[in-house]
């Protein structure tokens, strides 16, 4: 089984990290996939994948909370000359957030089309975050469609109809704990998306499913989200975990 987006660098995992990727091996759960967020934890990021080279694997990406007027373009030449340097699995997490800061939309505009850029020039996916701002971020997809972009929208939360759009586009929806909520919504439809289009996540330690709701998440968890797709798409465990990890390297490449 595959964790196709946990921040496994994060400090919340500094004082027991072995313990945690250990309950994730134990639960099946043997590849990893980390998002990269900004200039202040590529380091520990890329550090954590040089221990465990057969098992995670780093993204390069600016995120969108981290898009500031000061600094954005600095951001994105260093995230540039890391893609020139060496290979990545994919281009995230990149998109639009307008939860947090709305003033900062038309550079995260801009920040998202370069990285898209970027990802159709490597033939990479790109891992998106979508917060409040589907509209806008489908407007980017559409103004840059190419027959190589591609990728997954990351804890995908929004309508049946937005999941629809993102799968004509060419993306993958990231399911993760959010499936397990009570008002996470999307449990009400997912049966109507094949399982082709499905990747498993965690988003730790950010997001854990029921029943550690409000607590932090981890990797071991993505057994959590598999086991709700079970009685979701009414088949066995077996099947989500093979579809499902099928699904991630097909995306990411093995």
């Not at 998002?35 to 202040?40: G, L, M, N, Q, T």
Request: net charge negative; charged share 25%.
């Amino acid at each position: 089984m595959i964790d196709t987006h946990t921040h496994l660098y994060s400090s919340e995992f500094d004082s027991d990290f072995p313990e945690v990727y250990q309950r994730a091996l134990d639960k099946g759960v043997n590849r990893f996939y980390l998002p990269a967020i900004d200039s202040e934890t590529h380091e520990k990021m890329l550090d954590l994948e040089a221990k465990y080279p057969d098992a995670i694997f780093a993204m390069m990406g600016l995120h969108p909370c981290s898009v500031k007027p000061e600094t954005w373009e600095q951001e994105l030449e260093m995230v540039e000359k890391y893609l020139n340097q060496r290979d990545f699995p994919a281009i995230g997490e990149i998109g639009i957030d307008l939860y947090w800061d709305k003033t900062t939309l038309d550079i995260q505009i801009k920040a998202f089309e370069r990285q898209i850029d970027w990802a159709i020039e490597h033939d990479l996916p790109i891992v998106i975050h979508t917060r409040e701002s589907f509209d806008e971020v489908f407007a980017v997809l559409e103004r840059k469609k190419h027959p190589k972009l591609r990728g997954v929208f990351h804890c995908f939360s929004g309508t049946l109809e937005q999941a629809h759009h993102a799968i004509s586009l060419g993306f993958m929806l990231g399911i993760g704990g959010v499936v397990t909520f009570k008002n996470g919504k999307i449990d009400q439809f997912l049966h109507e998306i094949p399982l082709d289009h499905i990747v498993l996540e965690t988003d730790s330690p950010y997001l854990a499913p029921v029943p550690f709701r409000g607590k932090r998440n981890e990797s071991s968890y993505v057994a959590l989200v598999a086991g709700k797709l079970v009685d979701i798409y009414g088949v066995d465990y077996a099947e989500i975990d093979c579809r499902t990890t099928e699904n991630a390297l097909r995306m990411f490449g093995k």
